[in-house]
């Protein structure tokens, strides 16, 4: 059985950092794409980062040069380091992996203060 568990969301003042992290099990981790989404109230659920085996990372446009997405395959692990937080960024953030099949996690809560 696949899981995704996500860890790392809350509650933060504009300009803050946090980092979440997604821990993957019931998959061959190091062959995924992985990647981070997120969904705001009334908005539909949109890219954030993702990740291939071979590191090549990918970014939406409205966190290019503050957020970043690593992996860690010996922990089964994917991070996404969020800096220069902004309102708009607050939103449930949902940890993706790509293999064979799409797979998601529960979500996290990021909210962001201003």
């Known amino acids: 059985q696949v899981q995704l568990v996500e860890s790392g969301g809350g509650l933060v003042q504009a300009g803050g950092s946090l980092r979440l992290s997604c821990v993957g099990s019931?998959?061959?981790?190091?062959?995924?794409?992985m990647g981070w989404y997120r969904q705001a109230p009334g908005k539909q659920r949109e890219l954030v980062a993702t990740?291939?085996?071979?590191?090549?990372?990918n970014y939406g446009d409205s966190v290019k040069g503050r957020f970043t997405i690593s992996r860690e395959n010996a922990k089964n692990t994917v991070y996404l380091q969020m800096n220069s937080l902004k309102p708009e960024d607050t939103a449930v953030y949902y940890c993706?992996?790509?293999?064979?099949?799409?797979?998601w996690g529960q979500g996290t809560q990021v909210t962001v203060s201003s």
């Open positions: 019931g998959i061959i981790f190091r062959f995924a794409i």
């Open positions: 990740i291939r085996r071979a590191g090549t990372t």
């Open positions: 993706n992996a790509n293999v064979t099949a799409d797979y």
